[in-house]
């Protein structure tokens, strides 16, 4: 069965960046769409970012606008999310997922998620 394992995140100070990765094992990542979703503690799951299987086409949440960008290079089976100008507010759990649809901010599309990885910005 497909697992896919977030790395990269840690601690930074704010308007530092940080650039998240997910590796799928037992399958390769080429056969899916990725999504990047967060949750603070005690709140909704949000959809971050995506990126879609054929084209490239991606989605970013309002907040993340301008400051994330979501890439994947499926040569390196690995996907990407840069977080730049990071705000005490992007200190939550990231997390990665794979559907096999073309990919939302909807997380129920997706049937594969990480553990995830913390991100923490403070000064």
């Known amino acids: 069965q497909a697992q896919f394992e977030e790395s990269g995140g840690g601690q930074v100070q704010p308007g530092e960046s940080l650039r998240l990765t997910c590796t799928p094992s037992g399958c390769g990542l080429g056969r899916y769409a990725v999504g990047w979703f967060r949750r603070a503690p005690g709140k909704e799951r949000e959809g971050v970012s995506c990126?879609?299987?054929?084209?490239?086409?991606?989605y970013y949440a309002d907040s993340v606008k301008g400051r994330f960008t979501i890439s994947r290079d499926n040569t390196k089976n690995t996907a990407y999310l840069q977080m730049n100008s990071l705000k005490p507010e992007d200190m939550v759990l990231y997390y990665c997922a794979a559907s096999s649809y073309q990919g939302s901010n909807w997380a129920g599309e997706y049937a594969y998620w990480g553990r995830g990885t913390q991100v923490t910005v403070s000064s």
């Open positions: 990126i879609n299987i054929s084209d490239g086409v991606t």
